[in-house]
């Protein structure tokens, strides 16, 4: 029997891109950040999540595909990788997809402006490419540690 | 029939009884004529040998077993108390500890016990070439030591006491489909009779459904034909033959098998602890209880904020009142809720007893260890994290601290050192101070080492005083031991225990008379969760300032800061003391409209240095709840967690200790 994966798509920069509906906790409007000082621009800073205090991160940032300006459609995505909550600033969440292992595939060297290294694959779908996000290399905290200090 | 359930009670029965062990053996070695010492041990030893075989823990039972043997023999003063003795029961005890631990850890708590054992046994028989006459000895002697051995003693005591052993030998029906059920149904209607003591296979297995045919024996007064009778009443069991059980014939089956009920001597043995409970009037209660308990609570306060802000908005009398008083029932609740959590202190200190003893025999030192107020409580957290660090002060302590006899004989001393733990209350602190009277910190040496580490210059390093040089040996990377040894010196440690100790809220701090000895104090909050803070707002942002480390709020004129050598000055009751701006230290910008030219400033504490950290405003005194920033954002400057305020808002916690220089 073929596989079928269950995909959350949201839109950064009006390109899709997904992640796997598991690894998915909420989907949340925006709501006042702290900034937290001295630590890499990517990271917005901290929200109150029912009583538990979340970090968030620009994806765009992250990813070194700009930065975003926030609109009405803009969400935060809370993902869940090793018991650990994140909320991912992105353009906004569309809806959730069902993919056939067949149309995934390895993710070229570089698409959309993104380094293959934060990609898990690139889905073919009817009108476009959704890129599937590999989010446990996104959000590894050692490679976070490095950015940082890079930055600094 | 699930061992599982009672995993926790085990464990916690071990731990104290391993712990009363330990205690008693330490005695047992400066008064080796007090037999009543030997009577304490060998009662926890027995206890725990019953509990470990009702669980199924062969090795933990066959190891206290024989050290059972050898304190028999004590207790009837035909074996000596000697160093070799309490070495190779130390050593079991041990290695007892590290079963129970792996118990804990959802392991088998097995482990080759083999070779101690034949040590136990080599004191048992080689001091004592002629058997004794008693009859414990005699039937001792003829038991090998496998667990299956034991079983037979337990047989036969229930025997004495009127019991019968039957084996049954049950088949389950071909087409039965719960397999597990059935044997589950079998089991318990077995034991309406008696206690099973052994299956085969094991529970597990049975439960694991399977198996359709399997063997048990069980202790009971009823007669066969009543047990087979209620074992038949089970449908879909084919067969179930009973006979009376033939010891011999088991002694074959293999000694992983389980024994699954409470035997005689381990109900006795309970008993005796129930009536023990009754008479101290304390429950146990499940940690994770109480931690939930706190985090629930922590959820009031912070809807008690909430309520607050509300009441003062609306300026209701009524329900203002009714909030206040609120508050004030929740914060004697807090308090109740927080001494839930405190555990004594002893809890940590009762294992450095018998450590000291190995270090110092391992170093050849010759020293004494007093400790002090064992009875301070702590709170949970705070006393699983202290262990360690503490360890490796006292290693510290008796590796480089505390000289060796002939050493302390030249300097005039005695020969026997000193090691003492206190610990103490104080205000919303709780002190532990370790002091020896060893060498004490070498100036030069450390000094010397410094730089060669390339810690700090020779023009800098005139400027210290003793006190700041002391500090130094906490810098990482720092070892003045002249020889590396396997118990500390290498170079690695303090700098640790610094940084734990700090990361749990505490301080560290060392006085030191050369000759003398050393004094390390740490000094730790009472608790972890809830804290008192001062709310401050930078550039649109509030921040929470613990108020544990603050000593004064000031509001002075621009003009009245000072610049000195480019680090901006106050003079604060007649010393010169720094000032950080928040702003520049957090790198956000300026607020353009400067509204007047009164600056708030908060001085901070660290040691007895102060600081003077610059703020935009001052909101209020707050008790908040601290929230981790989580993995994601870990080690991040200056700032210690989060909170979340009466109105969502999140407010990070500043670590001031951070900003003072």
Not at chain 2, 511 to 522: D, R, W
Request: negative net charge.
């Amino acid at each position: 029997m073929e596989e079928v994966r269950k995909f959350i798509v949201f839109t950064l920069k009006n390109q899709s891109y997904g992640v796997d509906v598991r690894q998915v906790h909420s989907i949340e409007r925006l709501q006042k950040v702290t900034e937290v000082p001295r630590t890499a621009s990517f990271i917005k800073g901290v929200i109150n999540l029912r009583g538990t205090t979340i970090p968030v991160i620009d994806l765009r940032e992250r990813l070194w595909i700009g930065e975003t300006e926030t609109t009405d459609e803009s969400r935060f995505l809370i993902v869940e990788i090793n018991e650990m909550q994140v909320g991912l600033l992105v353009d906004g969440a569309n809806e959730v997809l069902d993919i056939g292992a067949e149309a995934i595939e390895p993710p070229p060297g570089m698409i959309a402006g993104v380094d293959a290294q934060y990609l898990e694959g690139v889905a073919k779908l009817r009108e476009e490419l959704l890129i599937l996000l590999d989010l446990e290399h996104i959000l590894d905290v050692n490679e976070v540690q490095e950015v940082k200090q890079a930055i600094n | 029939m699930d061992t599982n359930d009672y995993i926790e009670i085990f464990l916690d029965e071990s731990n104290e009884h391993l712990q009363a062990v330990n205690d008693q053996l330490l005695k047992l070695e400066k008064q080796s004529d007090d037999l009543s010492i030997v009577d304490e041990i060998f009662r926890s030893a027995h206890t725990l040998k019953g509990m470990a075989a009702t669980m199924g823990y062969e090795d933990i039972a066959s190891l206290t077993h024989n050290m059972e043997n050898v304190l028999d023999k004590i207790r009837n003063s035909s074996l000596h108390v000697t160093t070799e003795v309490i070495d190779v029961t130390f050593t079991a005890v041990e290695a007892l500890e590290e079963m129970v631990e792996s118990i804990a850890g959802g392991n088998t708590g097995k482990k080759d016990v083999t070779d101690l054992i034949a040590r136990l046994e080599a004191i048992e028989n080689g001091k004592q070439p002629e058997e004794s006459k008693e009859p414990v000895a005699a039937k001792e002697a003829l038991e090998s030591l496998d667990l299956d051995e034991y079983q037979l003693t337990v047989l036969d005591q229930a025997k004495e006491q009127g019991f019968e052993a039957y084996q049954m030998e049950v088949v389950l029906d071909e087409g039965c489909i719960l397999k597990a059920a059935r044997a589950y149904m079998v089991v318990e209607a077995v034991e309406q009779h008696g206690e099973i003591i052994k299956t085969s296979p094991t529970v597990e297995e049975l439960e694991a459904g399977e198996v359709d045919r399997f063997s048990l024996i069980v202790l009971t007064k009823s007669p066969a034909a009543d047990v087979k009778q209620s074992v038949h009443k089970v449908s879909e069991v084919e067969s179930a033959d009973i006979s009376l059980y033939v010891a011999v014939k088991e002694e074959a089956a293999p000694a992983t098998e389980e024994i699954a009920a409470t035997t005689e001597e381990a109900q006795t043995e309970q008993k005796e602890e129930t009536q023990k409970a009754v008479t101290s009037k304390t429950i146990r209660v499940n940690l994770e209880r109480i931690d939930d308990l706190m985090n629930l609570f922590e959820e009031v306060v912070i809807d008690r904020s909430r309520l607050e802000d509300l009441a003062s908005e609306i300026k209701n009398d009524a329900l203002q009142e009714t909030v206040e008083h609120m508050s004030r029932v929740s914060e004697d609740m807090q308090s109740l809720i927080l001494t839930m959590r405190m555990v004594p202190v002893e809890q940590v200190f009762n294992r450095f007893p018998r450590m000291v003893r190995g270090l110092a025999k391992d170093l050849n030192k010759n020293l004494d260890l007093d400790i002090i107020g064992a009875e301070t409580e702590l709170d949970r957290t705070v006393i699983d994290e202290i262990g360690d660090p503490l360890v490796h002060l006292i290693r510290n302590s008796i590796d480089h601290g505390i000289e060796s006899p002939e050493e302390r004989k030249k300097a005039g001393k005695a020969e026997k050192g000193s090691l003492t733990l206190r610990a103490f209350h104080s205000g919303n602190h709780v002190f532990i101070e370790m002091e020896d009277d060893g060498a004490g910190i070498n100036r030069e040496k450390v000094a010397a080492k410094a730089i060669q580490n390339g810690v700090l210059t020779e023009a800098q390093l005139e400027k210290l005083s003793d006190q700041e040089v002391n500090e130094l040996i906490l810098a990482s990377g720092f070892s003045t031991a002249e020889t590396v040894s396997d118990i500390s010196g290498r170079g690695v440690g303090l700098d640790v225990v610094k940084s734990k100790i700090e990361s749990l809220g505490g301080k560290l701090s060392i006085e030191s008379t050369q000759g003398k000895g050393s004094k390390f104090s740490i000094q730790l909050p009472l608790t972890l969760s809830i804290l008192s803070t001062l709310l401050v707002d930078v550039s649109e942002e509030i921040y929470a300032i613990p108020l544990s480390s603050i000593i004064e709020t000031l509001m002075l004129e621009e003009k009245e800061i000072m610049d000195a050598h480019g680090q901006r000055v106050i003079d604060f009751r007649g010393n010169i003391i720094p000032v950080v701006s928040l702003r520049k230290v957090f790198d956000v910008e300026e607020s353009t409209t400067k509204d007047s030219s009164i600056q708030p400033i908060v001085v901070v504490k660290k040691g007895n240095k102060l600081t003077g950290i610059l703020v935009d405003s001052f909101i209020g005194q707050k008790e908040v709840v601290l929230k981790s920033l989580g993995a994601y954002l870990k080690d991040v400057f200056a700032i210690s967690g989060a909170t979340i305020l009466g109105d969502g808002r999140v407010a990070l916690i500043l670590d001031p200790n951070a900003l003072v220089k």
